[in-house]
């Protein structure tokens, strides 16, 4: 069964710089997406970016296009990837929870992301707080 364990987060100032990692590990094939999710309070859940692990394809919605990178870390000995989204400019609405969730691939990077974003169930998340 594939997990997830999310790290990273915290307190930044406006234009600054964060970094979040997701570590996956358990899983049978590597036909998988993994993307990052957010949700501020009193707002609906919307996605940030998602990566194909195979072929490292990306999606970003135009609310983070340049500013947010993600990117995929492979350990083929131990059978883990881990996904880390690098967030520079950073902007007083990029606060919230964020999360990190897979699916096994069956469309495009762009619909399994959107996909993902209406599941149930998630997880803790780590909170980024962007504050002066």
């Known amino acids: 069964q594939l997990q997830l364990v999310e790290s990273g987060g915290g307190l930044v100032q406006p234009g600054g710089s964060l970094r979040l990692s997701c570590a996956a590990s358990g899983f049978s094939s590597d036909d998988f997406v993994i993307g990052w999710f957010r949700q501020a309070a009193g707002k609906e859940r919307e996605a940030v970016s998602c990566?194909?692990?195979?072929?490292?394809?990306?999606?970003?919605?135009?609310l983070v296009k340049g500013r947010f990178t993600i990117s995929r870390s492979r350990d083929n000995a131990k059978n883990t990837v881990t996904v880390y989204l690098q967030m520079t400019n950073l902007k007083l609405e990029d606060t919230g929870r964020y999360y990190c969730?897979?699916?096994?691939?069956?469309?495009?990077?762009?619909?399994?992301?959107?996909?993902?974003?209406?599941?149930?169930?998630w997880g803790q998340g780590t909170q980024v707080t962007v504050s002066s």
């Open positions: 969730r897979s699916e096994y691939r069956f469309n495009t990077v762009q619909e399994m992301c959107k996909i993902m974003t209406r599941r149930d169930h």
């Open positions: 990566i194909s692990i195979t072929d490292g394809g990306t999606f970003y919605p135009d």
